[in-house]
T-cell receptor, first 114, second 111 residues
């Protein structure tokens, strides 16, 4: 398996624009997580899905953030409209239930909002 | 709620041992994890320890667990420049079996 795949690796956008981050989890994994990493706040869990259903979105900072998982092999995190303070590295991770809690991370998307 | 604390930085000389510490609040965790994040990369599982163990050794890595004090440590023997990374302690939250992350300790290697 190629692991968790995220795209794009880097995104630079202007304030006010819509940004969509994409994630393909490892095949067979039924949990999917979106994290945000910044110098100031460290690693924050934004939302996670189980069997494509959002379970906990309490970490989503504002209504400008939304996440979907239309099927077991794809998820998106959308920011609309984007703001400079959204600049961060966004990670997607997945894991399989019944195999401990080990999460497998993607390489991340570095988002810069100017 | 669950809280996991780590020092933000550790500086060691190449060849010395590095000890990265972590404290947590939840007392019913089953597995406790150490992840490594190299520059520009995602987090990767480095090692883990089951809560009924006191120590786990894996080559240059030694994990120590003191359940009474809720203290977890990672020792890296003979630290090399390739060990430069951020090390995260992660502890499951029992209520929903998700990981609670420490802030990460940046390991800096001095020549």
């Amino acid at each position: 398996d190629a692991g968790v795949i995220q795209s794009p690796r880097h995104e630079v956008t202007e304030m006010g624009q819509e940004v969509t981050l994409r994630c393909k989890p490892i095949s067979g994994h039924d949990y999917l997580f979106w994290y945000r990493q910044t110098m100031m706040r460290g690693l924050e869990l934004l939302i996670y899905f189980n069997n494509n259903v959002p379970i906990d979105d309490s970490g989503m900072p504002e209504d400008r953030f939304s996440a979907k998982m239309p099927n077991a092999s794809f998820s998106t995190l959308k920011i609309q409209p984007s703001e400079p303070r959204d600049s961060a590295v966004y990670f997607c991770a997945s894991r399989a239930s019944g195999q401990g809690y080990e999460a497998f991370f993607g390489q991340g998307t570095r988002l810069t909002v100017v | 709620g669950e809280d996991v604390e780590q020092s933000l930085f550790l500086s060691v000389r190449e060849g010395d041992s590095s000890v990265i510490n972590c404290t947590y609040t939840d007392s019913s965790s089953t597995y406790l994890y150490w992840y490594k994040q190299e520059p520009g990369a995602g987090l990767q599982l480095l090692t883990y320890i089951f809560s009924n163990m006191d120590m786990k050794q894996d080559q240059r890595l030694t994990v120590l667990l003191n359940k009474k004090d809720k203290h977890l440590s990672l020792r890296i023997a003979d630290t090399q420049t390739g060990d430069s990374a951020i090390y995260f302690c992660a502890v499951p939250r029992d209520s929903n079996y998700q990981l609670i992350w420490g802030a990460g300790t940046k390991l800096i290697i001095k020549p």
